[in-house]
């Protein structure tokens, strides 16, 4: 099956950039969504088809995709990134959902 | 407004049965595919089981098959999730999730707030 692999932990101080990646083979022949999740919250989408944002999604908030990593990128970090973030993927050989095991944003 | 509310976690014994139920609004539920995601204390997301806008196909993750079925009522806007048979290991908070699906992708766009299921003696 599809495998994505996320570092555990991003650390960054507050205004500056933080990019977590999703790594997967050949990831970039594929979509890949992502979603944030604050403590005892349920996730919420914060980019779609790999660049594309949800309204009410801040602008800060962009995504790419290309060989074998996805990245998401959020710009002039602020206190209330702070999260877990989550990559997901449609493995169409399978016809399933594929997660990322998830990475914990932290503002320094 | 989309909404989606699970009701029905509990504490249940191992070997145990609990039906979780989703009360969808805000959109037109006969026409999507919903899903159950999952998430154990302190740990990632895993993909559950999902069924087709019309109940006529079904998945389920090779951790759950042939304990749990899902299934919908589209008059009721109700999804629902049977479980039985279950372990320690099932202990999780279960999303019920609004798929949306295009290009040959698919991604969630609208998640429940979860209920909590704790299998324990």
């Known amino acids: 099956s599809y495998v994505l692999t996320q570092p555990p932990s991003v650390s960054v101080a507050p205004g500056k950039t933080a990019r977590i990646t999703c790594g997967g083979n050949?990831?970039?022949?594929?979509?890949v969504h992502w979603y944030q999740q604050k403590p005892g919250q349920a996730p919420v989408l914060v980019i779609y088809?790999?660049?594309d944002r949800p309204s009410g999604i801040p602008e800060r908030f962009s995504g790419s995709n290309s060989g074998n990593t996805a990245t998401l990128t959020i710009s002039r970090v602020e206190a209330g990134d702070e999260a877990d973030y989550y990559c997901?993927?449609?493995?169409?050989?399978?016809?399933?959902?594929?997660f990322g095991g998830g990475t914990k944003l932290t503002v320094l | 407004e989309v909404q989606l509310v699970e009701s029905g976690g509990g504490l249940v014994q191992p070997g145990g049965s609990l039906r979780l139920s989703c009360s969808a609004s805000?959109?037109?539920?006969?026409?999507?595919?919903m899903h159950w995601v999952r998430q154990a204390p302190g740990k990632g997301l895993e993909y559950v089981s999902a069924?087709?806008?019309?109940?006529?196909?079904?998945y389920y993750a090779d951790s759950v098959k042939g304990r749990f079925t899902i299934s919908r009522d589209n008059s009721k806007n109700t999804l629902y999730l049977q479980m039985s048979s279950l372990r320690a290991e099932d202990t999780a908070v279960y999303y019920c999730?609004?798929?949306?699906?295009?290009?040959?992708?698919?991604?969630?766009?609208?998640w429940g707030q979860g209920t909590l299921v704790t299998v324990s003696s």
């Open positions: 088809y790999d660049s």
């Open positions: 999730v609004k798929v949306r699906c295009s290009g040959g992708s698919c991604f969630f766009d609208y």
């Open positions: 805000g959109f037109t539920f006969s026409s999507y595919a």
């Open positions: 069924i087709s806008s019309n109940g006529g196909s079904t």
């Open positions: 050949n990831i970039g022949s594929k979509s």
């Open positions: 997901q993927v449609w493995d169409s050989s399978s016809d399933q959902v594929v």
